[in-house]
């Protein structure tokens, strides 16, 4: 009778005990769920991170790594997890000269750059962070390492340093052509006098002749390099697109003809006012003329095209001089095109660049200096100029300015 009566409880604690374990196992399945949300919440946030991240252990093995780090290195994230750093990481050379053993050692941060280079690709610089994981005891466990592209930022340092060294050089040049201008000027004028001189042959005048102009080629020179050096600020003025065109045509038309160079213009501007720094317009037009003459040769063509590019509601350049000056601007004016082409050898399409630069030139005789003026007065402008290749067989450049 016992026995019957204990069966009753025996069933309720059996029951009580699995209901404390379905409400335990149900406890684990909420914290399992709630690990792996924050689980996956952290990859997420790891993986959002723009800059590359990368966890390596004492045996340097891979523990964690984010996408941008495996876009980096071009690999797999099965691939390189829990294999060794070298498999993602962009340092190379012996594991001592690794910065991530010397945070392992020494326990404290450190920074490192390293340049990738590519047989496809330019040059890529990264810096790299180095930061110790410590454990309860205090010991590095793992070295977590954020990794930046900075090609950018070592482009920029790049070209400053060359801008500083640009400087120098100018002011340097500056200093002696105005020296060597004095000097010139002076020689020239005593050239000049003993060309009058009576006594004088025939011949002894035409020497002394070529040598007054050899004088005034080399100040034409020295003026290029003073006003690369030290450009004068823009004097804008209003005119007629018609009189700048006649301005640098009566300029360089002469020299065509002497050279039996064929010139064409097609004006397409009209005679709507614009608003210029006419001498330094002039002056830029014109050497890029000059160079398409000297490109086509005798029997060959050069082609001066002047047209519109854009128009003021597109171009927030021409809405900024419509409110400067919006009683000379006209209201249909857009951006000022100019193009130059020539049926010369034209310009290879791996120098295209570099012929922009001060001091570069193909010509035996070249200072580098006009393009590099040229290209001085259309950054003033806000412009921009470029090289194609032209319908004529040789070289085409084209300037677009606002006006």
Same mark, same amino acid.
């Given at each position: 009778?016992?026995?019957?009566?204990?069966?009753?409880?025996?069933?309720?604690?059996?029951?009580?005990?699995? =209901?404390?374990?379905?409400?335990?196992?149900?406890?684990?399945?909420?914290?399992?769920?709630?690990?792996?949300?924050?689980?996956?919440?952290?990859?997420?946030?790891? /993986?959002?991170?723009?800059?590359?991240?990368?966890?390596?252990?004492?045996?340097?093995?891979?523990?964690?790594?984010?996408?941008?780090?495996?876009?980096?290195?071009?690999? /797999?994230?099965?691939?390189?997890?829990?294999?060794?750093?070298?498999?993602?990481?962009?340092?190379?050379?012996?594991?001592?000269?690794?910065?991530?053993?010397?945070?392992?050692?020494?326990?404290?941060?450190?920074?490192?750059?390293?340049?990738?280079?590519?047989? *496809?690709?330019?040059?890529?610089?990264? *810096?790299?962070?180095?930061?110790?994981?410590?454990?309860?005891?205090?010991?590095?466990?793992?070295?977590?390492?954020?990794?930046?592209?900075?090609?950018?930022?070592?482009?920029?340092?790049?070209?400053?340093?060359?801008?500083?060294?640009?400087?120098?050089?100018?002011?340097?040049?500056?200093?002696?052509?105005?020296?060597?201008?004095?000097?010139?000027?002076?020689?020239?004028?005593?050239?000049?006098?003993?060309?009058?001189?009576? =006594?004088?042959?025939?011949?002894?005048?035409?020497?002394?002749?070529?040598? +007054?102009?050899?004088?005034?080629?080399?100040?034409?020179?020295?003026?290029?390099?003073?006003?690369?050096?030290?450009?004068?600020?823009?004097?804008?003025?209003?005119?007629?697109?018609?009189?700048?065109?006649?301005?640098?045509?009566?300029?360089?038309?002469?020299?065509?003809?002497?050279?039996?160079?064929?010139?064409?213009?097609?004006?397409?501007?009209?005679?709507?006012?614009?608003?210029?720094? #006419? *001498?330094?317009?002039?002056?830029?037009?014109?050497?890029?003329?000059?160079? +398409?003459?000297?490109?086509?040769?005798?029997?060959?063509?050069?082609?001066?095209?002047?047209?519109?590019?854009?128009?003021?509601?597109?171009?927030?350049?021409?809405?900024?001089?419509?409110?400067?000056?919006?009683?000379?601007?006209?209201?249909?004016?857009?951006?000022?095109?100019?193009?130059?082409?020539?049926?010369?050898?034209?310009?290879?399409? /791996?120098?295209?660049?570099?012929?922009?630069?001060?001091?570069?030139?193909?010509?035996?005789?070249?200072?580098?200096?006009?393009?590099?003026?040229?290209?001085?007065? #259309?950054?003033?402008?806000?412009?921009?100029?470029?090289?194609?290749?032209? #319908?004529?067989?040789?070289?085409?450049? #084209?300037?677009?300015?606002?006006?």
């Amino acid at each position: 009778m016992s026995s019957k009566e204990n069966k009753p409880e025996s069933t309720g604690d059996a029951a009580h005990l699995g =209901n404390a374990l379905v409400k335990m196992s149900r406890r684990w399945e909420t914290s399992f769920d709630d690990l792996k949300s924050a689980h996956d919440y952290m990859n997420n946030l790891v /993986d959002s991170i723009e800059e590359g991240l990368i966890v390596i252990d004492t045996d340097y093995r891979i523990t964690n790594i984010n996408r941008s780090a495996l876009a980096l290195a071009g690999r /797999d994230y099965h691939d390189v997890l829990f294999g060794p750093c070298k498999a993602a990481c962009l340092c190379e050379g012996a594991r001592e000269d690794c910065p991530a053993s010397r945070v392992f050692q020494e326990k404290q941060t450190c920074r490192a750059e390293f340049c990738v280079r590519s047989d *496809e690709r330019s040059p890529r610089w990264f *810096e790299i962070n180095f930061s110790p994981l410590f454990d309860s005891r205090g010991e590095v466990v793992e070295v977590v390492e954020v990794i930046r592209d900075i090609t950018h930022r070592r482009e920029l340092e790049q070209k400053l340093m060359h801008n500083d060294r640009l400087n120098a050089m100018g002011q340097l040049a500056a200093g002696v052509a105005h020296e060597v201008r004095n000097l010139l000027t002076s020689a020239k004028m005593l050239l000049q006098m003993d060309v009058e001189a009576a =006594n004088l042959t025939g011949a002894q005048k035409e020497h002394l002749t070529v040598a +007054a102009e050899s004088i005034t080629g080399m100040e034409q020179k020295i003026e290029e390099l003073l006003a690369f050096a030290k450009p004068s600020p823009m004097k804008i003025q209003s005119l007629n697109v018609n009189e700048l065109v006649a301005l640098i045509v009566n300029q360089v038309k002469p020299v065509a003809e002497d050279s039996k160079v064929a010139f064409e213009l097609i004006n397409l501007a009209g005679e709507a006012q614009v608003l210029l720094d #006419v *001498e330094k317009t002039r002056a830029a037009l014109v050497n890029l003329l000059l160079n +398409a003459i000297q490109a086509a040769g005798k029997g060959g063509t050069a082609r001066f095209t002047v047209s519109w590019s854009g128009s003021p509601e597109q171009d927030e350049s021409a809405k900024a001089i419509e409110c400067l000056y919006p009683d000379k601007v006209n209201p249909l004016a857009r951006f000022l095109q100019f193009a130059v082409d020539d049926t010369g050898p034209g310009v290879a399409p /791996d120098i295209r660049r570099q012929v922009f630069e001060p001091f570069f030139t193909t010509r035996a005789r070249g200072t580098g200096l006009g393009l590099a003026t040229v290209n001085q007065i #259309v950054k003033d402008y806000g412009g921009s100029i470029s090289i194609e290749e032209s #319908v004529l067989g040789g070289a085409r450049f #084209v300037i677009i300015i606002p006006a």
